[in-house]
C-alpha cells in the first residue's frame, strides 16, 4: 500500500506526466490494462481516476493503473495534457432483448418477456418475507430502484435478496409449473449492499433523484430469461423524445380489482410533457424537475403499488432501453389525467457509472 500524505505529489505527478502511450484522442474509447472498456478523458473528468487519488492509501493495483494506463493526450493551446483510459460501464452484447414479441389495464406477460425485471424480497421478520417493490438488471452484479423502496418501508423490514425469472410473485414453487426445464425457475440472490441517490430526501413529495443501486453478492446469472436491460449510453437514444411516445411499464402490482396481481403484467403508456404533471400535481405542491419524466394518464393504464423501482422502456428496432424508474404517482391507481411520474435514467448515467466501477 502506498500512504496517501507520501505519494500524493507523486501521483498527481503521474496524472500531469506528458508521457503518451498510444494516440488516442479526447473521448475515444479505449480498452484498459485490466481489459475493462474504457473512455480517452482528462484525468480531472476521471472519477475512478479521482477517487484513488483521493483515498487514504493507493494500493499497488490502482499504482499501476495510475501509470499504465494512458491513451494520448490532448493539445489545447500550447501544453499537451495527457489523457488516461478511464473505465465505463459498457452495454452486455445481448442486453434489452427478450425472447417474447404497478400495472393497471396492462396485460400478462409471456414467461421471459421481461427478462430484466425483479423483485425485491424484503425479510418482514424471522420466518416471513414480503416482495414489494420491482427492481432491473443493468448488469452481472447491479440492480436498479427506487430510492423509497429502500427508505419508505418499515424500519424492521430488512433488504433480503433479489429475484428474477419470477412469473407469478404469489406461488411459493420456484419454478413455472407449465414447463419444465430447470432454467425457467426462479433465480434469488443475496443482497451484498445498496447505495441510496445522495441527493434523494426522503421527507420531499417531489421524489427527486429516487434512485437506488444494489449489489448482489453473487454474479447473476443470464439466459433466455435473465437478460440486462440496455441503459441509454448512447446520445441517439438519450435525445429521443418523450411527448406522445409509447413505452412499457412492467410490475406485480395491483389491478383494476385493487389487489396485488402476482402475476407480471406490463401496459403500454406514453410520454406527456412535464407541464403535464405540475397541473396534475399542483395541488401538492409538486413541480416535476428535468431528472423527472412524466407518463400514462389515460384511464385504467398506470403504475401502482407494489411497482415502484420498476422500469419504464422503449423499444428501437429489436432492442430495449431503460428510460425511467417507477417513482409516484397518483392516489387512485389508472386514473385519468394523472400521470405517473418517473426517475429520469439518462441524466443519472455519470452517477451509475462512479458507483459500479467504484
Not at 400495472?103 to 420466518?127: D, H, Q
Request: charged content about 20%.
Amino acid at each position: 500500500m502506498m500512504k496517501w500524505s507520501s505519494f500524493r505529489l507523486l501521483g498527481l505527478a503521474v496524472l500531469v506526466a506528458i508521457v503518451c502511450v498510444t494516440s488516442g484522442e479526447l473521448n475515444e474509447t479505449c480498452t484498459t490494462t485490466t481489459m475493462q472498456v474504457g473512455r480517452c478523458v482528462l484525468p480531472v473528468n476521471c472519477q475512478y481516476a479521482l477517487n484513488i487519488l483521493r483515498s487514504n492509501y493507493i494500493s499497488d493495483e490502482e499504482w499501476y493503473y495510475l501509470h499504465n494506463n494512458q491513451c494520448g493526450t490532448f493539445h489545447d493551446g500550447k501544453i499537451p495534457k495527457p489523457l488516461i483510459c478511464c473505465p465505463v460501464v459498457s452495454n452486455a452484447p445481448s442486453c434489452g432483448v427478450s425472447v417474447g414479441n404497478r400495472i393497471f389495464g396492462g396485460e400478462e406477460t409471456a414467461f421471459g418477456e421481461i427478462p430484466w425485471a425483479g423483485l425485491i424480497r424484503y425479510k418482514v421478520s424471522k420466518n416471513r418475507f414480503a416482495a414489494k417493490c420491482g427492481c432491473t438488471l443493468l448488469n452481472s452484479r447491479w440492480v436498479l430502484t427506487a430510492a423509497h423502496c429502500i427508505t419508505s418501508v418499515p424500519s424492521s423490514w430488512k433488504l433480503h435478496r433479489v429475484v428474477f425469472s419470477e412469473w407469478n410473485a404469489n406461488k411459493r414453487a420456484p419454478c413455472n409449473p407449465a414447463v419444465i426445464e430447470t432454467n425457467q425457475c426462479r433465480k434469488e440472490y443475496s443482497i451484498e449492499e445498496h447505495i441510496i441517490h445522495p441527493m434523494f430526501d426522503s421527507s420531499s413529495l417531489s421524489m427527486r433523484h429516487d434512485l437506488a443501486l444494489i449489489k448482489t453478492e453473487t454474479e447473476v446469472q443470464f439466459d433466455e430469461y435473465v437478460i440486462p436491460i440496455c441503459l441509454p449510453f448512447s446520445k441517439r437514444i438519450r435525445e429521443l423524445p418523450i411527448d406522445g411516445e409509447p413505452f412499457t411499464v412492467t410490475g406485480w402490482g395491483q389491478t383494476e380489482q385493487d389487489n396485488s396481481s402476482g402475476i407480471q403484467r406490463h401496459v403500454e403508456v406514453f410520454g406527456k410533457n412535464n407541464s403535464v404533471c405540475d397541473k396534475a400535481f399542483a395541488p401538492l405542491g409538486i413541480t416535476l424537475s428535468e431528472d423527472q419524466i412524466c407518463v400514462g394518464g389515460e384511464r385504467g393504464k398506470d403504475s401502482c403499488r407494489g411497482d415502484s423501482g420498476s422500469s419504464l422502456t422503449r423499444q428501437e428496432g429489436l432492442v430495449n432501453y431503460l428510460v425511467g424508474v417507477v417513482s409516484l404517482g397518483a392516489q387512485k391507481c389508472g386514473t385519468k389525467d394523472h400521470p405517473g411520474v418517473y426517475t429520469k435514467v439518462a441524466n443519472y448515467l455519470d452517477w451509475l457509472e462512479d458507483v459500479m466501477i467504484s
